[in-house]
């Protein structure tokens, strides 16, 4: 009885890791699936500032970049990615990508984190599945 119960509970911290592996997946996925799909615009951004904010008494940045869509509108958008320091400097040139017609959801390409992103996620999701159907595990 006591496996039983046991088995129970780790069947529900399966399901939970599987569909918040899946909303996950589909928040990223969204937004590559637009650009392979709508195309993918490219353009130089500059650094002009950074956003601060103060998790647990550390401090993050966020770089915000601006630049000119392929239209001619200038956009300005914060990079996704938080550091620990103001990184890039100001005035820093960086590489953009976008989606024509959403060019407020441009981010600077990082294909390296990116992919590893993603062999993560359906490989834990790959092996949590493989734990439900019975093939690793008790």
Excluded at 7 to 31: C, K, N, P, T, Y
Excluded at 114 to 121: E, K, N, P, V
Aim: glycine share 8%; proline share 5%.
């Amino acid at each position: 009885q006591w496996q039983r119960e046991t088995f129970g509970h780790e069947m529900v911290f399966v399901w939970l890791g599987i569909i918040l592996l899946v909303f996950v997946a589909v928040i990223l996925l969204r937004d590559d699936i637009a650009l392979l799909t709508n195309g993918r615009a490219h353009a130089t951004g500059t650094v002009f500032d950074h956003r601060q904010s103060t998790e647990d008494g550390s401090p993050t940045f966020t770089a915000r970049v601006r630049f000119t869509s392929a239209d001619g509108a200038v956009v300005e958008f914060d990079d996704n990615m938080l550091k620990s320091s103001p990184e890039p400097a100001a005035g820093t040139i960086v590489r953009v990508i976008y989606d024509p017609s959403h060019p407020q959801r441009a981010r600077i390409p990082r294909p390296a984190l990116r992919a590893a992103i993603y062999i993560f996620l359906f490989g834990t999701l790959s092996l949590l599945i493989a734990k439900l159907a019975g093939l690793i595990g008790g």
